[in-house]
């Protein structure tokens, strides 16, 4: 190992006022650097080293990458592993493969070696010889890759298919399956798939904070595996529109046509089943769920000990959850430990989580009382405390000390401006804050729970690491970033706070102000909105969470708002659900009172207002231009959702019931009912192969248009999806803004 102290001071930059700030950002910067070159700098790959006081980073030393290792709280730093020595070490492993120019992501297994992920398979580095070897893999092909590092096991899936793969050994009896892709016999799970049959996949289209669809047992002898069901689910054809490789002038002939199964709300929706697969017995059992098949299978975990499967079941209607217990050798039900109701909507978003692998007690997230809490229950399901307190969010649960007395978790203030790192005393469920320095905080502890590296970011803070204890004494600071966009020209970023126009609540809000602002001089002003549930667009952080877009509007003399309405994130379950059956309703009367802020100073022109959102906020945009035509001038909505009855069944019916129990709402919120009303400029774009928010929405808007003689302006981007994502997003947002510059 060599010594790296001069590393230390590279990193530790003092964050500086330039004095030659007098660039402007372009299009092509706000996109395609805001989140590389222009973004504040990291450390890559910051983690704890297992049972020590080390943590590691991956660093550039001469143009080239090496492994960092620096002691807590000393600082002292040592290079470790430099790029070459670990890519000549896995091109001795796999000769064929290509040479490593950057760290692949890494995960330490212990002090002396790490485990890292490469195209599609799993490889361990080992210090003690400097040799790779293989823990898992999966063919090319394979998808949903899930892998345990408990026991190696490595699940995906193939053509709809489940496979397992075991320390990366493969059977020499080997078979091919429905596609022809040759793969291991030993692998395969499942082989009764069909088109409409999947096991292994995420369900629910990924509601309910379901991310995967694997879950293998925590010593690695059992799996828990989805099974979807889709054959009652109407087919939607996305045309595939795609160029042809060898001449991208030439569109592929005839067009072909994708089915794609969304349960739209109100009609059929698909069913999952939930199977386990013991790998000793080599035996699928099922796992005897019982009630409506259109319920929601959520939130699934394991008991420490195998000897138990939970899982979260959120009926249709989404008011009621039931924790339910299986047996986790035959997959029969135990007992439900407890249910959550309410008179709007539930919805779990964590599985248990238990302490220390203690199958006695478990922790469980609510938000029974207004808030998202932590509640400690035993394996009963009685509730023994409530653990975190008071008018705030937690976010989720970072560790607990060996001991099982100290539990980390992440919650946001009561505002949801700052994401704090609590630690709560597990005996005595005493709380408390590790830094209270306002800001966006998160933490890495270490194992043994005394020391925690804070990264915090706020309006005056673009990135730090600072080295703390677990009861908040600074020890020094890891690392400083300069402020990015410091050589560029300067616009002034104000957080505030306005009252809702009935008064009941508070409302975050953002204000950009162009650069060498005049407050004698009048500016047009963009509002950029989104509004929906699970988001938050204004936080205490860098830019105070503006994409850098924003920031190039307001360098072109824009004032850029936004406002965080009810039914955003982070201000508790009442903020939320208030918008509940009636969605675009309390949301446009929160935006209006930002626009009634706005019209108080004498430098805002309120002939020049233009309003412009993706997705939820694409809906926002529409519905403010059509429902109040005489406030924005101009408007762009990209994605927007149109009519909810052609939205998702699993987001639509938790916010707007179903159109059966409530025609009134899903009428209001039917933007094609105010397609007469439109003043303005409005800009609709779509993604032909959206598969969230469906290309008919703006479709049977235009046809609305034509119907009642509006004019309306459009433009598609041809097989893009949700988000027009990679170098076409330069041309989007070149669109965009040219047709603001254009028209307001």
Not at 192 to 206: F, I, L, W
Not at 276 to 284: G, I, T, V
Not at 476 to 502: H, M, Q, V
Not at 719 to 728: A, C, K
Request: hydrophobic share 35%; aromatic share 12%.
């Amino acid at each position: 190992m060599m010594k790296n102290s001069w590393l230390f001071l590279c990193l530790f930059v003092l964050q500086v006022q330039t004095k030659g700030q007098n660039k402007l950002l372009s299009v092509e910067d706000a996109v395609l650097k805001g989140r590389t070159t222009l973004a504040p700098e990291r450390l890559s790959q910051l983690q704890w080293i297992p049972s020590t006081h080390k943590i590691s980073f991956v660093a550039k030393k001469q143009g080239k990458e090496v492994l960092v290792v620096q002691e807590i709280p000393g600082l002292t730093s040592d290079t470790i592993l430099e790029i070459q020595e670990l890519s000549n070490a896995f091109l001795n492993l796999v000769p064929k493969a290509s040479a490593l120019n950057r760290f692949p992501f890494l995960s330490w297994i212990n002090a002396s070696a790490f485990r890292f992920y490469y195209s599609n398979a799993y490889y361990m580095f080992t210090f003690s010889n400097k040799k790779v070897s293989v823990l898992a893999k999966a063919p090319k092909e394979g998808e949903n890759l899930d892998f345990d590092a408990g026991s190696n096991k490595l699940a995906y899936t193939l053509f709809n298919n489940l496979y397992v793969n075991v320390n990366g050994q493969s059977s020499a009896e080997m078979g091919t399956d429905g596609m022809g892709q040759a793969v291991s016999k030993n692998d395969l799970i499942t082989d009764d798939a069909q088109s409409e049959t999947s096991y292994g996949k995420a369900v629910h289209r990924n509601e309910f904070g379901i991310t995967k669809g694997t879950f293998i047992s925590p010593k690695g002898n059992r799996i828990a595996y989805y099974k979807l069901t889709e054959t009652m689910v109407d087919n939607y054809p996305l045309m595939q529109i795609k160029l042809n490789d060898t001449n991208a002038q030439s569109l592929s002939k005839p067009s072909a046509s994708e089915n794609l199964k969304y349960p739209m709300a109100g009609n059929k929706s698909h069913h999952v089943r939930l199977y386990m697969y013991d790998f000793a017995k080599k035996r699928k059992i099922e796992v005897m769920t019982s009630g409506d098949p259109e319920q929601y299978l959520t939130n699934v975990s394991w008991s420490p000990d195998e000897e138990y499967l939970y899982i979260a079941i959120v009926n249709r209607d989404q008011n009621e959850m039931q924790l339910q217990q299986f047996d986790g050798t035959t997959g029969q039900y135990i007992r439900t430990l407890f249910t959550e109701k309410h008179n709007k909507y539930v919805e779990p978003q964590k599985p248990m989580y238990f302490i220390n692998d203690d199958a006695s007690k478990f922790i469980w997230f609510s938000q029974k009382n207004g808030y998202t809490h932590l509640y400690l229950y035993n394996a009963r399901g009685n509730e023994i405390k409530q653990l975190s307190k008071g008018n705030i969010t937690v976010k989720d649960i970072i560790c607990t000390d060996p001991k099982g007395s100290l539990l980390f978790y992440h919650a946001a203030s009561e505002d949801g401006m700052s994401k704090f790192i609590y630690k709560v005393d597990l005996k005595t469920g005493v709380n408390s804050i590790i830094n209270k320095l306002e800001g966006q905080h998160t933490g890495l502890v270490s194992t043994d729970g005394q020391y925690v590296i804070d990264q915090i970011s706020s309006v005056d803070i673009p990135r730090r690491y600072i080295v703390m204890d677990n009861k908040g004494k600074e020890f020094g600071t890891l690392f400083n970033a300069i402020n990015p966009i410091r050589e560029y020209k300067n616009c002034k970023i104000e957080l505030g706070k306005i009252a809702s126009t009935d008064k009941t609540v508070s409302l975050n809000y953002r204000l950009i102000y162009p650069m060498q602002f005049d407050s004698s001089k009048k500016y047009p002003v963009l509002v950029y909105v989104y509004g929906g549930p699970h988001a938050q667009m204004i936080t205490n952080s860098f830019l105070g969470n503006a994409d850098l877009w924003l920031y190039y509007m307001a360098q072109q003399g824009y004032l850029v708002f936004t406002l965080d309405n009810r039914g955003s994130m982070n201000r508790g379950l009442d903020f939320e659900n208030a918008t509940f059956r009636n969605l675009g309703k309390y949301e446009m009367e929160d935006q209006l009172a930002g626009v009634q802020f706005l019209k108080k100073f004498k430098f805002v022109d309120a002939s020049r207002m233009g309003v412009y959102g993706w997705s939820f906020g694409g809906f926002m945009s529409t519905s403010l231009m059509t429902k109040t035509p005489d406030v924005f001038k101009v408007g762009v909505a990209g994605g927007p959702v149109i009519d909810w009855r052609m939205y998702e069944i699993m987001y639509t019916e938790r916010y707007m019931d179903m159109p059966q129990n409530n025609p009134e709402g899903y009428k209001e919120a039917d933007l094609t009912n105010y397609v007469k009303q439109l003043k303005g400029r409005l800009m609709l774009i779509h993604g032909t192969n959206d598969n969230v928010v469906l290309w008919q929405h703006t479709l049977s808007y235009l046809k609305k248009c034509v119907e009642e003689g509006v004019l309306v302006d459009y433009f598609v981007y041809p097989g893009h999806e949700h988000n027009v994502l990679g170098p076409d997003r330069v041309h989007l947002m070149k669109k965009i803004t040219q047709y603001f510059k254009d028209f307001l």
